[in-house]
């Protein structure tokens, strides 16, 4: 099969992770991983494993630009604004793992297929991507006028990136749980455990549906539904406790076990994001490449 080729910006634990899983895949075929420390973990192991290596940022890839047709940025969400310019002028199309929302927002078990023609996605957040989904899952059955997720991750699995990124997370969540989500109003809180043995990411979500909408027994069949599209692509990815129903008011308790590719398995934060970065090139590549043959 032909395969399409990729390069991550990024050398830190997310683009490491990334480019454990883009071995696997059937499509991707990456070539490139770009950093700014020469003596980063990501770019010794892109090195032993044959990928072209740059430890100059994006300039040193721009040089090269025809190493890849896609590019992932993994870095932070100030740094994707100046990428996103660059790389536009360079006619790449651009997956952002960041929070910076340059882009359209993407949850690929939502509004993937919506999206294919755009040159820019973003993946929002990894409190988004586990949430978000679920929102949507009752939005679809019955009207949310408003939803709050809370997502509690490992101190450990909080690295500079994240910590810098907090009032984007915020924002961008939100965000989405209303674009994507479908909620009316939209709120989003994230937590760091600094428990020990550290936790693996668990997330809630708390919905108010309109009451003259409200179908308890489609809800949850929708969210069932919802919870077994995400495992597709995040086998980590499940429901605790069966949906909480009280009322108009709907509770979803969710966890995030990652894959332990690069990772521990505790850090479904970062997991989730890698899974899903993976999930929307694929489709980004068939696209691209029915498109070369049609």
Do not use: W
Not at 103 to 123: D, F, K, M, T
Not at 218 to 226: C, G, H, N, T, Y
């Amino acid at each position: 099969m032909t395969k399409v080729n990729v390069a991550i910006l990024g050398s830190g634990n997310i683009g490491t992770d990334l480019m454990l899983k883009l071995e696997r895949s059937n499509i991707l075929q990456l070539t490139a991983m770009i950093g700014i420390d020469p003596e980063s973990d990501g770019l010794r192991r892109a090195k032993e494993k044959g990928y072209t290596v740059i430890s100059t940022g994006i300039e040193g890839f721009l040089k090269n630009p025809e190493l890849a047709d896609i590019v992932f940025d993994a870095t932070s969400a100030k740094a994707h604004i100046r990428h996103a310019k660059l790389l536009k002028e360079a006619g790449k199309m651009v997956l952002d793992l960041t929070p910076a929302a340059v882009g359209a927002l993407v949850i690929p078990s939502v509004n993937l297929h919506e999206q294919l023609e755009e040159r820019n996605v973003n993946l929002i957040t990894c409190g988004g991507q586990a949430t978000i989904p679920i929102v949507h899952a009752i939005n679809r059955v019955s009207r949310v006028d408003y939803a709050e997720i809370v997502a509690t991750i490992a101190s450990k699995s909080a690295g500079p990136g994240t910590r810098a990124n907090i009032d984007e997370f915020t924002q961008t969540t939100a965000r989405g749980i209303e674009k994507i989500g479908g909620a009316k109003k939209g709120k989003a809180i994230i937590i760091l455990n600094p428990a020990e043995p550290p936790i693996i990411m668990r997330n809630t979500v708390y919905a108010l549906v309109e009451e003259a909408s409200m179908n308890e027994k489609a809800i949850v069949q929708s969210i069932l539904e919802m919870v077994e599209t995400v495992q597709s692509y995040v086998p980590g990815y499940r429901i605790r406790t069966d949906p909480i129903i009280d009322g108009n008011k709907i509770t979803v308790f969710l966890e995030v076990e990652g894959a332990g590719d690069y990772l521990p398995k505790y850090s479904g934060n970062l997991d989730i994001m890698t899974a899903a970065a993976v999930k929307v090139a694929e489709e980004f590549a068939k696209h691209q490449l029915a498109a070369q043959t049609a």
